[in-house]
């Protein structure tokens, strides 16, 4: 790890006008920049700490009924928080399907948003990068690329966003507050992410540009009796996402009033699924209407050349749009992988036979 | 730069040379708590973890000059605390926290290079009170704590028997995991709750 400055400021204003210098970076929980800083993949000169700015680590309800959310509120604290886990279920399932309960104790959900791709070719200093070295190239294309993206990505870059929690907040239309030199500003979330192109792809924020908390808008917790998050990994714990997905959806009268699909781990930001959505409106909420919205949200998917898996991937994130059924009864979020994904998992496993030995003696 | 942590309840002030130490390089080469272990060093394998104020943590990703002021539990502190196992044998004769104690019997652990790490984790999950002892939940609220040896099945036979024990003593689901006040639950933000 290259040696750094360390800066523990006592305001907004003063964390701004420190990181303003190149070469600044923001600390919040840890769990990402100091991985990152130990492997080589980011090196910063100075590490300012906003970990114990003041104001920042409530959630609160605003007087026009928006939920407010610090950008220093644990994962953790987030997602065992009663009334939150209540009104948003799909967030609450999304924090706690990610990462482990040490890393949710550490993780800020400011960070989250900011967390550096799990491509291992962006994390390994060898390999060629445009995100790490715009330029550079980009050595995923031709290497290994099963967690890699199969909507938006560009010539320039194929990484996907990590974060479970920006799945249902992209679907919710959360707004991220952000503070920068220029003063305070509010983007929403589904854009926050730029998109790669040819050449690479940018950074979300400007140098020194302080996430200070997210926004859920009025009213959003109309969907908590419809909303789910669900999440396809490769093992059944601590493990990124192949494929996510959040859905949401509000009923009148039997039919579909609302639907909200936003998908995690196929692109460089959380996707929304605006065209399926629309589909749904009016629809019975059953499945043909189902798998017509699911073949709407992948209609644009394309596999990087020399993937081998997407196909795989497409089909089985068909296969979770279907499952998430309107009519499900709301859950509370639980510490434990989602059942649906788990009894497929069972049944999967119950019809693999195993395969008989041809070198095998015996009887 | 210094750093001052209560460390198992004993006061420690830390000079430090260089930002980038972290709480588990505190703990182990200047504090000589060699319990938390180096693993991956990158938050993936739980060897290193500790309670930091209540809170289970990986102490190779936290920055000891930011976690400045913090309590610290650390695997050395959990066999000095209160409700120490009632147990025969070994638990009693060394007078070893009631989840030290169900590691030995269910045998849960063979190098014990990750036991540290997994007891300080199931202490908290214990005090979380999340997982009761659901099986299936217990070994998701593990999962962040890797075992090379393989000893999942007596890891989560033991977590499992001493969240009963927990319960059967405090009557109660939410049963603190009985390593006494620096193993309770952090309090939550003073704000929380006022979500819709």
């Known amino acids: ?363 | 730069m210094s750093v001052t942590l209560i460390v198992n309840g004993a006061r420690h002030d830390v000079p430090l040379e260089d930002a980038r130490t972290t709480l588990l390089d505190v703990l182990r080469d200047r504090i000589g708590l060699t319990g938390a272990k180096k693993g991956c060093d990158r938050g993936q394998c739980g060897a290193c973890t500790v309670l930091l104020d209540g809170r289970r943590i990986n102490s190779c990703l936290a920055l000891a000059v930011s976690v400045d002021g913090a309590e610290v539990l650390t695997i050395e502190g959990l066999a000095q605390g209160e409700g120490l196992a009632q147990g025969e044998g070994l638990a009693q004769s060394e007078g070893l926290h009631p989840v030290q104690a169900a590691f030995i019997a269910h045998d849960g652990l063979q190098c014990g290079f990750c036991t540290p790490g997994q007891i300080m984790s199931a202490v908290a999950l214990i005090a979380e009170g999340e997982a009761g002892a659901d099986p299936e939940r217990v070994r998701e609220g593990m999962s962040g704590n890797l075992c090379r040896c393989g000893a999942y099945v007596g890891i989560a036979q033991a977590v499992i028997a001493a969240t009963r024990d927990a319960m059967a003593r405090t009557g109660a689901g939410a049963a603190a995991a009985g390593a006494g006040a620096d193993a309770a639950p952090a309090p939550r933000p003073e704000t929380a709750g006022n979500a819709p």
């Open chain 1, 1 to 363: 790890m290259k040696a750094f400055a360390y800066l523990r400021p006592a305001s907004v204003q003063e964390a701004v006008a420190a990181a303003a210098a190149p070469g600044a970076a923001y600390l919040a929980g840890g769990t990402n920049l100091m991985d990152l800083m130990k492997i080589g993949a980011a090196a910063p000169d100075l590490v300012v700490d906003v970990t114990r700015l003041p104001g920042l680590d409530r959630i609160e309800t605003l007087p026009d009924g928006a939920i407010r959310i610090g950008a220093m509120v644990r994962n953790a604290d987030l997602a065992r928080d009663p009334a939150f886990a209540g009104a948003f279920p799909a967030v609450a399932e999304a924090l706690l399907s990610g990462a482990s309960a040490q890393l949710r104790n550490m993780a800020r959900v400011g960070g989250n948003l900011m967390q550096a791709p799990r491509c291992a070719y962006f994390q390994d200093p060898a390999s060629a990068c445009n995100r790490r070295d715009p330029g550079a190239g980009c050595a995923a294309r031709g290497g290994e690329t099963r967690g890699h993206a199969v909507l938006g990505w560009a010539e320039g870059c194929i990484a996907t966003h990590p974060s479970d929690l920006c799945v249902p907040l992209a679907a919710l239309d959360a707004v991220v507050e952000v503070m920068g030199p220029d003063g305070s500003q509010d983007l929403p979330l589904e854009r926050f992410h730029p998109l790669p192109d040819a050449r690479g792809i940018a950074a979300p924020l400007a140098q020194g540009v302080l996430i200070t908390g997210l926004r859920l808008p009025p009213g959003a917790a109309r969907f908590a009796p419809h909303a789910r998050y669900l999440k396809l990994r490769e093992r059944t714990s601590y493990a990124f996402a192949l494929v996510s997905a959040a859905a949401m959806l509000t009923l009148d009268g039997g039919v579909i009033a609302e639907a909200r699909i936003a998908l995690g781990g196929v692109a460089a930001r959380p996707w929304r699924a605006r065209g399926a959505e629309a589909a749904l409106i009016g629809a019975a909420p059953e499945a043909p209407a189902f798998r017509r919205a699911a073949d709407l949200a992948l209609a644009g998917a394309g596999v990087p050349p020399r993937r081998g898996s997407g196909a795989g991937r497409r089909r089985a994130l068909r296969r979770e749009r279907v499952q998430d059924r309107a009519g499900r009864a709301p859950r509370r979020a639980r510490a434990g992988p989602s059942r649906p994904w788990h009894a497929r998992a069972d049944a999967r496993a119950a019809r693999i036979r195993p395969r008989p030995h041809a070198c095998r003696s015996g009887p």
